[in-house]
């Protein structure tokens, strides 16, 4: 009986890993996506080879978080609990990547995990404090480090990089040339040494993303399994990178949607900011062992660039007189990339285009709804059950 139920958590282990795929393609390589610089098919091979590596590297720290110290007693890890905890994960996680949201996994599998603790008495509160206490701070620095670059860098690097969107273009701009037996790199033909450089520093961004979610998410499909002693990390990490490659090539084409073309027309000089403070946050705190969101991280960050960028219109003797200051997020669109930016203060507040120029308001919506309930219906779905329903009572 105990290997059945073995073989049906680490089935449903795969689940979870598929739905992963899904949710975090969409972050990492949408804007890449979205600007027709690569394909999805290339967006979902370099995701599970980048995935991967931050698993077999760094992942192994954020896995005994969750499946050896977020609980006191890892006994309640019993097959029949992980092939529910997992069943909340995966559930939920699918529900927001049909609706082509990608949902924070961190916050789905902490939450699933410490309804189990907590229904059994075996949460250690120490440990969910610290990583709440994570969960808040990360953020909130994401927030100021990008609201800096948006007010003092920002232009610089927009002037410098000159990344332009190949949206319009029939093909994408980075492709695979298999005419000769060696697969080589290849560039639209039109492609000056600039946008060829650009191309690649999108590329190698989402490529950071995709190892820092590695880093991070792995956990979250493997750690109740790991927790129980039963199998290895390593085989595990294997058979969680196979099934997050699934997902990568499959369900991840609607996130990609979502975030490549619906959600936002941030620039892409933007989208490489954002994504290295993000991807940088993330991977720092998963070194220590705990499970960052990417995606609150990376939201906090667009609107902190926003804000700084717009804070430009007003110089700090500005503030001491009590001019006011025009902020929005929608700052981010002023500038078009490789365009020279006026100096702090020669801006007009209105030159600064409004937020609904940065953001389609109804998938915003959508997208911050789905973010809040998917974690949700994990934690309460696997409370309610471990709590109240007899075949999984301890």
């Known amino acids: 009986m105990t290997e059945v139920l073995l073989i049906v958590g680490i089935l449903v282990a795969i689940f979870v890993g598929y739905n992963i795929g899904g949710a975090t393609t969409g972050p990492a390589f949408g804007p890449a996506v979205g600007a027709n610089v690569i394909t999805k098919l290339m967006a979902a091979a370099l995701m599970s080879v980048f995935f991967f590596l931050g698993a077999i590297t760094i992942g192994p720290q954020v896995v005994d978080t969750l499946g050896r110290e977020l609980v006191t007693d890892t006994a309640i890890f019993t097959m029949r609990s992980n092939v529910a905890v997992l069943f909340f994960i995966g559930g939920a996680l699918f529900i927001g990547n049909y609706a082509g949201v990608p949902a924070s996994t961190s916050m789905t599998a902490v939450g699933a995990i410490a309804a189990l603790g907590l229904a059994t008495g075996e949460l250690d509160f120490a440990v969910l404090g610290q990583i709440v206490v994570w ?8 927030f100021w480090v990008a609201g800096m670059i948006g007010r003092y860098f920002y232009p610089r690097i927009n002037a410098w990089v000159a990344i332009e969107s190949n949206a319009d273009g029939e093909n994408p701009m980075v492709s695979i040339d298999r005419s000769s037996v060696v697969p080589r790199l290849q560039f639209g033909k039109d492609a000056d040494r600039r946008e060829i450089t650009g191309a690649l520093v999108v590329v190698g961004i989402g490529c950071l993303m995709a190892f820092s979610s590695g880093t991070s998410n792995i956990a979250n499909a493997i750690a109740p399994i790991y927790g129980t002693g ?10 969680g990178s196979a099934a997050v490659t699934i997902g990568c090539f499959t369900i991840a084409r609607r ?35 705990i499970p960052a969101s990417f995606v609150v991280i990376a939201t906090m960050s667009i609107v902190g660039l926003g804000w700084g960028r717009a804070t430009r219109t007003t110089t700090l003797s500005d503030v001491r007189a009590g001019e006011e200051t025009h902020v929005s997020v929608g700052a981010l669109t002023a500038e078009q990339e490789g365009e020279p930016s006026p100096e702090i203060g020669e801006e007009e507040p209105e030159d600064i285009p409004s937020a609904s120029d940065l953001f389609n308001p109804s998938t915003t919506a959508r997208v911050i709804l789905m973010q809040n309930v998917v974690p949700i219906l994990s934690t309460v779905g696997a409370f309610l059950t471990f709590r109240f329903v007899p ?3 301890f």
């Open 135 to 142: 969960w808040i701070v990360a953020p909130i620095i994401g």
């Open 255 to 289: 996130t990609l949607d979502t975030l490549g073309n619906d959600i936002t027309n941030l620039p892409l000089t933007a989208a490489i900011v954002v994504a290295v403070i993000s991807s940088g946050i993330v991977i720092g705190l998963s070194s220590i062992g």
């Open 391 to 393: 075949i999984f009572g």
């Open 230 to 239: 039963d199998v290895d990390m390593i085989p595990l990490i294997l058979i």
